[in-house]
């Protein structure tokens, strides 16, 4: 699936080990659904999970652009809640 988001804001976490996961970071960008049609569009901020790769071409750049993200997972659980989005950046304006 492909999307067309509008970045909001930028959010880094990191977490130590537990008995349940191994410690890590996590790069996301909270982003705004700006699909067409418009009718069609997720109501609520959704949270984009950077790559490691994508981590240095998009991280401190994307606040108020626009990427296009092929969609390959949405996670609940992170972030309070929110879904959050695995997959590529396709494009980014």
């Known amino acids: 699936m492909i999307t067309k988001l509008t970045v909001f804001k930028e959010d880094h976490n990191s977490w130590y080990a537990n008995d349940k996961r191994k410690a890590g970071e996590a790069w996301d960008l909270l ?7 418009a009718e069609h569009r997720m109501e609520e901020m959704l ?7 994508e981590q240095h071409a998009f991280w401190g750049k994307s606040v108020g652009k626009t990427i296009e993200v092929g969609i390959s997972k949405i996670r609940h659980g992170d ?5 959050t989005l695995i997959g590529k950046v396709i494009i980014a304006k």
């Not at 972030?79 to 879904?83: D, L």
């Open 31 to 37: 982003c705004l659904d700006v699909s067409e049609p």
């Open 47 to 53: 949270y984009y999970r950077l790559k490691p790769e």
């Open 79 to 83: 972030n309070g809640g929110k879904a």
